[in-house]
């Protein structure tokens, strides 16, 4: 099953505020199903520390997670073009 989800590693992004109930439970899912789709791919913590920050981040809760700087769950992004 290894590459299961496409060549190369991926880039994994847990997203979090400090002290978040979600994101160590989070943490341990994620890994888990990396081991089987993607071993070897590694989650990188990203602590949300202010609101700054996190509209830097287009952060939309804790936690969150991105994979390749896509969040995977939440609203769509905020459209810029002409509709």
Same mark, same amino acid.
């Given at each position: 099953?290894?590459?299961?989800?496409?060549?190369?590693?991926?880039?994994?992004?847990?997203?979090?505020?400090?002290?978040?109930?979600?994101?160590?439970?989070?943490?341990?899912?994620?890994?888990?199903?990396?081991?089987?789709?993607?071993?070897?791919?590694?989650?990188?913590? $990203?602590? $949300?520390?202010?609101?700054?920050?996190?509209?830097?981040?287009?952060?939309?809760?804790?936690?969150?997670?991105? $994979?390749?700087? $896509?969040?995977?769950?939440?609203?769509?992004?905020?459209?810029?073009?002409?509709?």
């Amino acid at each position: 099953m290894p590459g299961m989800c496409r060549q190369g590693r991926m880039k994994v992004e847990l997203l979090h505020a400090e002290g978040c109930p979600g994101a160590e439970p989070s943490r341990v899912i994620l890994e888990a199903v990396l081991e089987v789709l993607s071993p070897g791919t590694e989650v990188t913590d $990203v602590l $949300v520390a202010s609101q700054p920050q996190a509209e830097e981040l287009g952060f939309q809760g804790s936690p969150s997670i991105r $994979v390749d700087g $896509v969040a995977l769950e939440g609203r769509p992004p905020k459209s810029t073009g002409m509709t």
